[in-house]
Each structure stands twice: as C-alpha cells, then as structure tokens.
C-alpha cells in the first residue's frame, strides 16, 4: 500500500466513523491511491506525533519518504499537488471555493442538526478508553450534558432535514455538488452524511429527496466503496 | 429601458434594501442589460398582480413583449436563457450548484443570524403603510415581538461573523465565491450582505476579514455600482 490512513474507530474496530476520514477515503478513492486504514482511539494521541497535533484524518505517505500529512483540507490539497498526474480533486478556484464552503458548511450547519440525534448511540458504541475523553470534550463544548444534547430520533431527523436545505436547492439543479461529477463539495457532504448515517440510531436520511437520491449515488461510487461501512445500528 | 426591475423600497424610496432584488440587479449588470428600478412596497401586492404572486424581485422584459418572470433565482435562469448571447451568470452543473446551495446557505444562516442585528433599524425606516404588515409577519416566524428579536450591535455584529465563517474559509482559498470571477454565488452572498449593510444601525462587515475585502470588491464591480446604495444610517 502507498498510503496508510489513520481513522477513528469505534469499540468494534471495523466501525470507521469519522466525517473527515470519510472525506480523505474520497479523495484517495478518487486520486485511485491505494491505501489501508489503520484504526485509531481519540485518545491516542501519541500514534500521531509526527503531524504535531492529535487529529484524523492523518496520511502516511510511503512513496513519498513517509511523509505525513493531516487535515482532510490539507490532504487533499496535498495529493493534487503531489499527485498532479492522477484526476485533480481540485482544478481551479471555483471547485476550491465551492469545496470549502460546503465543507465548513457541513460541519458547523449539518454538524450541529445531527448532533442531537447521534450523540446518545455514539457515545454507546465508543471504545471504553475513549468515553471519558468524548463526554468531557463535547459537554464542555456544548454547555450541557450528553443526555441533555440527545434529541428523540424523530426530532433529529426532521433537524437534520432542514439543516440540508441549501443542498436540496442544489441537488435539485446539478447532479452533484460540483457539477456534472463528483469533486471536493460532495466528498465534504457525503462524510458528513456517512458519519450520521453510521452514527444515528435510525435511517437519518429521506431517500424521497434530492440529497437522499445524491446520497445512494455517492454511496455507489468506487465499486460501492462507502457502502460497505459498518454500522452502530 | 429594456427592462423594468421593481425593488422593496423604504419610506425614503431612493433605499432599496432587499437581499433577493440585489441579486438580480447584479445579475441585469453582469448580463449588461439596462433596466430601471421601480420602489414598490410590501403592501403593494396588486402591482405585482401579473406574476401571481406578493414579492420582490420581479421584472418586466420590454424587449419580450413585456414579459413578467420574478424570484431572484427563475430571473437569473430566464436572463441566461433568453439573452444567451450575452455573459452567462451560470455556464454549467458545478455553477448552478455553488449558486443555489450560496443562496439558501446565506437566506438561512446568514439572515437568521443578521435578523437580530438589524430588525429594529429597519423597522423604524420602512413606510408607515408597511409597519404593520411587517410587525405581523415576523412576528409570526419568529415567535417573538419584535423588541424581543432585537439585539445590541455588538452581540449582533459577532454573531454575523460567526455565521460566515463557510464563507471566509472559501474567500481564503479563491478571490470570488464562483472562482477567479464573480458568478451567482457571488452575487447571492453580496445581496444579503448589501441588505445587512443597508440596514444595520452600525457599520456590519469587520473589513479585516476575507469576506471584508471581498466585499469591497464587490462594491466596486460595475463601476462601483452598489457602492451607492443608500442606507438608513
């Protein structure tokens, strides 16, 4: 393999749940890069030091000196630079501007809808090493407690829906986020929609929809690639 | 004038203030198309009797037999359509796409965190025949009187900037929304920015950001056009 990607794992180590990993599995996929994913702990912190940060996505790059590289942005930037013979993820500024904006889209607006409805089953299926750290981090972030974030999975849902209401619009008029094929935007949703579809304790997505038509699609793409992914349901 | 553009106007009718009527003015100018602006008011539903519906923007196309089309979005789409042998606003799938997910990303989370910034100012400048309607309407969406949606222009002003945050990260990898030139991305963003300009009681946008200098340069585009738009401060 070429390529080593660090991924946050669940207590089961085949549940692979990360929206930002989800989005690096994209880009390898889509530079065709071989690679294998190695399972990570949020609290292993020290398996990372190279990058000087405690994060995934994090790459290892063997033909290239084992470089390491983290951040889902900045590995996909990386792999078109250094990887500029295979299909750009990237090839001008629209697809970079369209890319980061939904990205960051997705993980403040999206994000912050699923929370409520994923946060309970999450949690549950945690490595025990890591549950301490997760509910710490999050209720510190959010200003309440795990159990007071939890939503039932109705209202999650319906949350989660309106929140992808700026995707419907654009799924409704383009095959995909970045035009006529798949590029950056889609990736950056579709991890957000993986970790949510893994992650949630009921089908969290309308298949009746513009973005739940798109979602079957990315799920198809790379010989059905995502689809594969194990569940906490 | 080959068309004719009608536009939410204030008690002073020379403020034109609607986010959705200044995308479509820069979608007449980046397809050079001369038209003249007409201020209708929120009350004035008959003038728009043609259309079938009560809003801005609508415009009448003279060189099409007086053709009526409005919504900010079927006006962009019937400018390209019927003028394709000027400059299109959108040229494909990943256009459209960035265009429509900007739009409804900024009618949502930009002006639901703007609302509380800039309700009580622009209430206080609207027609006196409009005062009621608007009271009433928003009030209903939000719940809340309108004294209870206000807030001070400080808390109004950071929550602003919080919520463009998917923006600054797209203008802090390219120089417009739509890539190395300005597209309909662009323009959506700007109308609601123009519209929180216009409207707010302090000066809105910290100039020292990504999205600040690329507003200016949006105020500068067609020889500074909404650079003179006037504002009720």
């Known amino acids: 393999m070429s390529i080593t990607l660090y991924e946050l794992a669940a207590a089961d180590p085949a549940i692979r749940f990360s929206p930002y990993v989800w989005r690096t599995r994209f880009c390898l996929l889509h530079k065709g890069l071989a690679f294998k994913g190695v399972p990570w702990r949020f609290t292993e912190k020290d398996a990372l030091a190279p990058t000087g940060q405690g994060r995934v996505p994090a790459i290892v790059d063997h033909a290239r000196g084992d470089r390491w590289v983290h951040d889902s942005w900045q590995i996909a930037t990386y792999l078109d630079e250094t990887h500029s013979d295979r299909p750009a993820i990237m090839a001008n500024d629209a697809e970079r501007a369209s890319g980061r904006l939904t990205a960051v889209w997705a993980e403040t607006a999206v994000h912050g809808a699923a929370m409520p409805l994923i946060i309970g089953n999450l949690f549950a299926h945690l490595d025990p ?85 798109w979602y079957e699609t990315m799920l198809d793409l790379y010989d059905g690639h995502a689809r594969k992914a194990k569940l906490m349901r």
């Open 129 to 213: 090493k890591d549950q301490p750290y997760f509910r710490q981090s999050r209720e510190e972030r959010f200003g309440r407690t795990l159990e007071q974030i939890a939503v039932e999975p109705k209202a999650g849902v319906a949350a989660l829906k309106n929140a992808l209401a700026p995707a419907e619009a654009a799924l409704a008029v383009s095959p995909f986020l970045s035009g006529s094929a798949p590029g950056y935007a889609d990736y950056a949703l579709a991890g957000s929609l993986i970790w949510i579809w893994i992650t949630a304790p009921v089908l969290p997505i309308d298949p009746e929809t513009a973005v739940g038509r």
